[in-house]
DNA sequence: CGAATCGGTGACAACCCGGTAACAACGCGA
DNA sequence: TCGCGTTGTTACCGGGTTGTCACCGATTCG
């Protein structure tokens, strides 16, 4: 719960992030803050050297940037998960902002996680922590148990955007799921339209405020009976009772 | 068509907020708009000023000019990443733009996030609200203690809007209960009519004074019994009996 | 005691806000 | 290219919220 001011004790040394992105700036700023977080680190500039690297020497973390001068960072990704010896290899993805697209794909081909420039170093550097942490928690087990949030008779699987009630799938669209985490993230507490429009829609956008009650109907619907526990808090905004 | 654009109602006014440039228009600017979306703000002009400033009031917020005259913002940084008491304070950078740079570096002291320039004013705003929430998420559990406001057997949850009386919530409108929340910041003290028309109305409002009466009758009766701690002072205003 | 002042009270109308549905624009895959 | 799903916009509606007023009781003070 606290930031992680110096080196987090639990991490070990021998743990190997690699870093490919094509911007050397990019490149040393990430691994300067992962070994300064206690990470062994390499780095590649592009897929091929990126895969070459990986053949190397298996990483324990892979953060990959989706958009590569030769092959793309979605190709990477298929070809690790083809492999027998890296298809359960954590990948982080990062895209470009506003890349809605982007994320979407970057999931479809299977990352761990992802996280859109421009980032928080620390926040990148919390989330190769996550990533390790629920990779050796379920470590040995054939699947992956996913990090589920849950409000309610609402749960949600965030990494493979799977939204159900009462254990029952629900269809959402990539947008209703976010406006969905976004709230149950936030569960109890109300959250303004403005901050709906910042944390779902981007910072900037050109939505117009009603396009969210709209789109908050739409959730509900989907939702069901469920549908009722987004509340709406006049003048205000909504709130996920919990 | 567009929504009147008032502030939003879930920004505190006790957020402080520390605005570091050397640019006095900018600082000016960025600080108006601050005040305008709800938070305290303070401002220093060189590297020295903010580090005193800070002793003074930690802020929960620092804005960041990279480009300092006297000692540079990665310094700043720095030290104030060193020092136990702000080790973990929320940094907002602020670059040249194109300054690839100086954005890396920038992000190796542990900028939390950071905005070129020239920057969206709006968008600013908005990205020191997301630190906000971000820190308050990553703060402590997900139901965190409301700040609570009581005063008797009222109780306020000022983030969320709920007023509750023994324990029990009570249905308010938003304008009854920042009414309320007034009257119970005040508690014990008489408060004028005009000085409820300023707090609760806004500033340039034209209500007439009588309004205010139907209003505090209005909350005594969704008070219940519990209502009849809001006193009246004859010729003088309303005070909350404490 | 009686008038003036003040606040309580209920009614009412205007308005604001969110729900809702229909439609348009867009992107993507077949 | 077409069709379809997703997303954004708009218009309308209904109800909650708010401002105003009239009336009345209470208090104050001459």
Redesign the pocket.
């Known amino acids: 719960m606290p930031r992680i001011a110096g080196v987090d004790p639990l991490r070990q040394k021998d743990i190997l992030v690699l870093v490919v992105d094509d911007e050397p700036d990019l490149r040393d700023l990430v691994e300067f803050n992962l070994r300064q977080a206690g990470y062994r680190t390499r780095t590649a500039a592009g897929g091929a050297a990126a895969l070459a690297e990986v053949a190397r020497e298996r990483p324990d973390v892979l953060i990959l940037d989706l958009n590569l001068p030769d092959v793309s960072g979605i190709e990477i990704c298929r070809s690790l998960r083809a492999a027998p010896a890296t298809h359960d290899l954590p990948i982080l993805m990062l895209t470009a902002r506003g890349g809605?697209?982007d994320r979407v794909?970057g999931f479809e081909v299977g990352a761990d996680d992802y996280v859109t420039k421009p980032f928080s170093v620390r926040e990148l550097v919390l989330r190769v922590d996550a990533l390790r942490r629920r990779l050796s928690r379920a470590a040995g087990a054939p699947s992956v148990a996913h990090q589920k949030l849950r409000a309610g008779r609402i749960e949600l699987d965030v990494e493979d955007f799977v939204a159900s009630v009462d254990g029952q799938p629900v269809?959402?669209?990539?947008?209703?799921f976010r406006l969905l985490k976004f709230l149950v993230e936030a569960r109890g507490r109300v959250r303004s339209?403005e901050a709906l429009l910042v944390e779902v829609?981007g910072y900037s956008?050109?939505?117009?405020?009603?396009?969210i009650?709209?789109?908050?109907?739409?959730l509900?619907?989907k939702l069901g009976d469920a549908g009722d526990a987004i509340e709406?808090?006049?003048?205000?905004?909504?709130r996920l009772r919990s």
């Open positions: 809605e697209v794909v269809q959402l669209t990539l947008l209703e339209r829609w956008t050109e939505v117009e405020t009603r396009t009650d709209t789109h908050v109907k739409r509900r619907d709406t808090v006049r003048g205000v905004g909504y």
